[in-house]
């Protein structure tokens, strides 16, 4: 089995690459001290700022807008197909540049779009897996 960076990963890093210093680092840029410091991170409640809230889901709807959150799902349900390897190489690739904001850029099962939705009939496919792909939406287990 080739363990290799395979031409469709490397375009896909290279996407990832231009997004981030496009688009993701002037978010992380402007909120750069409660992301390297967590006690900034908390309001007073203890709870995530609201401003952090907003650049988790600006992030997420621009990962949407790239096609990025369905990297692992088939190409037929609206991903991009990529194998285990693949994405394992462009979420490498993500994580090269740090823990910021940046690690919303891939598909996580945990908030995003998992195969199990491609049970779904189409309307209910229309109704939440669509809306993940797109990042308008996330989801979590319980």
Known sequence: MDLGRSDRAAAVCAEVDAVIEDEIAPI?????????NPAKKLDEDGRLKDELVRAYRDVVR?????????LHLPEDAGGRGLSFVDLFHVRERVFEHGTGLTRYLTPIAARGP???????????????????????QTACLG
């Open 114 to 136: 998992t195969r199990l939705l491609l049970e779904l009939d189409d309307a209910k496919r229309r109704q939440y897996l669509d809306p993940l792909l797109a990042g308008e």
């Open 28 to 36: 992380e840029d402007r909120h750069a001290d409660a992301l390297t």
């Open 62 to 70: 621009i990962a949407g807008e790239h096609d990025l959150l369905g």
